[in-house]
């Protein structure tokens, strides 16, 4: 079942006991982009405006909220507790955790399931990015290709916050409409791109976010799933479907070293490293992006046709 609500088409697929919420935007019959969230992000992070920039260059833009956050289904009844999980992986364990990046992946797919769509082309940020590597070690045969953005490949030596962003990463925010407003600038001003803040659109956008869903808790346990499932690296060396990485060279939150070690592990993948673009991806970069991850979709679709007999 869908709605209709302005330029956006809303339905809930099912992974599971899991219930996740989506949008579309533009043509069914156009090929189809998924776009998977970061850390704690909804998906309306992937404001209207970028999506329709999207349909304009011939896609048909898909965005959803991940499990715990937004309008998707929530793990309330586990406490977060990433201490346990670090501390279980240092002693060779597996840690028990509500759910994995595997999981997470496994929900991308069951959007693409609940529309029907049998291939698409995925494009993930942060988290995001983690989420589609996954999606492409685990579900190649539903991919035509894989853009990932300011992520990494889960080896530890490479990626790494600075210390002013790590600190900020694991600060609890505030209970307060105002005070989430006030977080997210300080994280733009943290980690994001240096000469593109824009405090009073930050401050619109946070304070939407907060009133649609307010889950803080989701953070701690998808920082959890982040944890629990480890180092990719291995498995990103088997990757066949056509690549693309990008990152900004002033990214703080995940080092572009994060980019470069996931690019050197796809075969065949390509990097695009963004000046001055930091985590985040502010309209100044829409349009380079969306040109990038065009033109990517463009050759990998037409890798993925069969030969003329």
Same mark, same amino acid.
């Given at each position: 079942?869908?709605? &209709?609500? *302005?330029?956006? =088409?809303? @339905?809930? /697929? ?5 219930? $996740?919420?989506?949008?579309?935007? %533009? ?124 992520? &990494?490949? *889960?080896?530890? =030596?490479? @990626?790494? /916050? ?5 600190? $900020?990463?694991?600060?609890?925010? %505030? ?135």
């Amino acid at each position: 079942m869908s709605t &209709t609500n *302005g330029t956006a =088409t809303s @339905g809930t /697929a099912r992974n599971g006991e899991v219930e $996740l919420f989506y949008e579309t935007f %533009g043509d069914p019959a156009d090929v189809p982009l998924l776009l998977v969230n970061g850390l704690g992000s909804q998906c309306t992070a992937y404001v209207d405006a970028l999506c329709q920039e999207y349909v304009d260059a011939g896609f048909f833009a898909i965005r959803f909220d991940n499990r715990d956050v937004g309008l998707s289904t929530k793990f309330a009844d586990v406490q977060p507790d990433l201490g346990k999980v670090v501390a279980a992986m240092r002693a060779g364990e597996s840690p028990d955790v509500p759910y994995l990046l595997t999981d997470m992946a496994a929900d991308g797919v069951a959007v693409l399931d609940a529309l029907g769509i049998d291939r698409a082309h995925v494009f993930g940020v942060s988290m995001g990015g983690m989420i589609v590597q996954t999606m492409a070690i685990e579900h190649p045969e539903r991919l035509i290709s894989l853009t990932s953005v300011m992520s &990494t490949s *889960g080896d530890r =030596t490479v @990626g790494q /916050a600075s210390a002013e962003a790590s600190k $900020l990463l694991f600060t609890p925010a %505030g209970p307060t409409r105002d005070d989430a407003i006030a977080r997210a600038i300080l994280g733009a001003r943290t980690y994001g791109s240096p000469d593109h803040i824009d405090a009073e659109a930050l401050a619109a956008r946070a304070g939407a976010a907060y009133d649609r869903c307010f889950h803080p808790e989701g953070v701690g346990r998808q920082l959890m799933a982040i944890n629990a499932s480890g180092d990719r690296s291995a498995a990103l060396e088997s990757v066949t479907t056509p690549t693309l990485v990008i990152h900004g060279d002033q990214d703080r939150l995940i080092d572009m070293s994060g980019g470069v070690r996931t690019a050197e592990l796809v075969p065949g993948a390509k990097l695009v490293v963004l000046k001055g673009m930091g985590h985040d991806h502010p309209p100044a970069y829409w349009d380079r992006i969306v040109e990038l991850v065009t033109d990517h979709a463009a050759a990998a679709q037409v890798e993925a046709e069969p030969d003329p007999i």
